[in-house]
């Protein structure tokens, strides 16, 4: 093997690394977490709160209207029980008792359109806690297969670590510092030859540097992107 086409095999290894390591990065992230099931919850306890709240409204309503009519009870019996017999007391408790009946119409909608609304908050809070319970049932589902495809994308990612060591130890030192350099700012930092043109950026490459790239004489490098050249 050539340097150059060892350096060229060094970089394809480094590339697979790159991407296995993205791959497993994306598949833990997947384990650790789902920000999808996350916001479900989140919606889901918003829904509880909604539910919590439109609930104690509805019974404070309904404790209002019971209070109203219990005050109009107690009126009415007064009012037509023979105890109370100054008139102008009498007309006093006949403008209160018009005045509750008002009150209890009012807070008798009020209570109905508070249950209502509790009856609307229930069936949201129903709809988004099937949708928590699909979720998570579903990821429990996706759960094993994305372990496995983590411990396989976790082997290959050792065996071509010790692959690259294995052959980082038999290249010349210079020539991976060159590597490493040029790698540095640009990618591929080592490409081919399209016919007589570099393949990296595309210039022309002289007949005398085409020779030594595809004689494997040393490692040549493209006059204009820099790049190492490999048969």
């Known amino acids: 093997m050539s340097r150059a086409s060892a350096l060229l095999s060094l970089q394809q290894i480094d590339d697979r690394i790159a991407t296995l390591t993205s791959d497993i990065a ?18 889901e306890a918003a829904a509880q709160e909604e539910h919590r709240t439109r609930g104690a409204s509805a019974r404070l309503a309904e404790l209002d209207a019971a209070s109203l009519q219990t005050r109009i009870r107690e009126l009415d019996r007064r009012l037509y029980g023979g105890t109370v017999r100054n008139p102008a007391e009498l007309m006093e408790m006949q403008r209160e008792l018009e005045t509750l009946r008002a009150r209890l119409s009012t807070a008798e909608d009020d209570a109905l359109e508070q249950m209502e609304q509790v009856d609307q908050s229930l069936a949201r809070l129903q709809e988004v806690s099937a949708g928590v319970a699909a979720r998570e049932s579903q990821r429990r589902e996706a759960m094993e297969p994305l372990r ?19 052959l980082r130890a038999e290249t010349d030192p210079s020539d991976l510092s060159l590597y490493a350099r040029i790698a540095a700012h640009r990618r591929p930092a080592v490409t081919g030859l399209a016919g007589d043109f570099c393949a990296g950026c595309h210039m022309p490459v002289s007949n005398e540097e085409r020779r030594a790239v595809r004689t494997g004489t040393g490692l040549t490098q493209c006059a204009n992107c820099d790049r190492i050249l490999a048969p």
């Open 26 to 43: 994306t598949a833990d992230a997947s384990i650790r977490g789902d920000p999808e099931l996350d916001r479900m919850r989140a919606s």
């Open 148 to 166: 496995a495809r983590l411990a396989s994308l976790t082997a290959e990612r050792e065996v071509l670590n010790a692959e690259r060591e294995a």
